[in-house]
């Protein structure tokens, strides 16, 4: 008797290859191929999709599609369903569209099942939603339902019950609680019941019996995927799934997972503070790199309509105030800079919250241009509130708060800075500069030193605030700190 085929199957990137290498070739991790029995198909078993399988076509319910010319197609406009958190619809574009996927991954313990278990006692007021946990019981939910109804802080989001009844029935009365991870019960569920939201907590737990790989393998997640995919579609429901995490922070499982879902968001944050930080990676029907922040606290998670306030604090030497936006969304963000004589041969330099290259960029742009000699100094800089800044607009407000550390000066209060660090010292324009400016007056700041002819003249006089235009970094540093930054140097 012949044996039967084997191959080696990456459980991080999906590549396969028919012998064993310690390191895979796909996505270079070590010691991630696992050996899977080939299944042998028959193509006699193959059939066409049923009608009552197929979505909706022009030929009526349950018909299959017909190919139609794309002037024919309707534009009827989407429907959203809020989920009655602003912060999270705005991350989605306005709100979860009927038939969609979406993909939300985060470390574990960041609130990731916290976060829907909440949006689904919204939504479920006056329409069906069901919640699919894979990896606690139906008791373990419940209890924290409960919790989230009785001691939730904040506001109620739009739709829900009243906090004075714990929100119990009213805002539960289209919850559906599924503790299963059969993938053929979760989908026969989801064909008895219809429901316009579906939540699959997680896609990792699930498990189809037909496949004999173990729960969270790459054919697993694939399969499962596609499964629930396919019903969606058909049914038009909005599902969101919750993704694991490898241990670089990225998403576990093949990479055609994200590509075959419709968004693809992050919950990030740190576990030791408060605040959480929702981002979207990918979205088919909406911008990426939108913002949306939550507070975690003893209720659940409250948003926080106004975020700049959670990266702003004191003001003393070293410290810099920059606007950056994230997607539409300006945050008004401190920076913290120490600048200190280093006791070794090779000066320390450390970034946290912003890249460690740019911040050597910096460094050397100052000292080249304006002969500070920071390289017989330790640099330190920090992003105050933990967020991650990735634009180039937050070079000037870098450089300011790294010479205002080595002068031991303090920057004029409500002043903030906005610009690009070319390599020559000159300062470039930055995008979305009236909406970054109208945060920051909004906010109280009275001063902004920003890029010459980045802002028209008319807009300028228009906005609330003092705006010092500087061609290069000696230029508006003299303009922010009202001293030469080169002299004694």
Known sequence: MARPLSSYVCQSCGARTRQYFGRCSGCGGWNTLVEQAAVATDSRRRRPVAAADAPDGSGGPGSPRRSEPIAAVGDRPLQRLASGYGEFDRVLGGGLVPGSLVLLGGDPGIGKSTLLLQCARTMAVGQSVLYVSAEESAQQVKLRWRRLAEEGEGPVPAGAADRENGGSAAASSGLQLLAETDLELVLQELEALRPAVAIIDSIQALHDGELGSAPGSVAQVRECAAALQRIAKRQHTALLLVGHVTKEGLLAGPKVLEHLVD?????????????????????????????????????????????????????????????????????????????????????????????????????????????????????????????????????????????????????PPGTVLVGELGLGGQLRPVGQLELRLQEAARLGFRRAVVPRGGLPLSLAASLDLQVLEAGSVAEALVAALGVDPAADA
Do not use: W
């Open 263 to 411: 968004a693809v968001l992050t919950f990030e944050g740190d576990r030791f503070a408060s605040h959480r930080l929702l981002r979207a990676v990918k979205n088919r029907f909406g911008a990426t790199h939108e913002l949306g922040v939550f507070e975690m606290r003893g209720g659940g998670l409250v948003e926080v309509t106004n975020p700049s306030e959670l990266f702003l604090g004191g003001e003393g030497p070293g410290t810099g105030t920059i606007v950056a936006c994230e997607g539409t969304r300006p945050l008004v963000v401190e920076l913290q800079a120490l600048v200190s004589p280093t006791s070794y041969a090779s000066p320390r330099r450390s970034a946290t919250g912003i890249a460690a290259n740019r911040l050597h960029q910096i460094l050397a742009v100052l000292e080249k241009h304006l002969g500070l000699p920071l390289s017989r100094f330790d640099c330190y800089l920090a992003v105050a509130g933990g967020l991650e800044v990735e634009e180039p607009a937050a070079d000037l407000g870098v450089a300011a708060a790294v010479v205002a550390s080595y002068r031991d000066l303090v920057l």
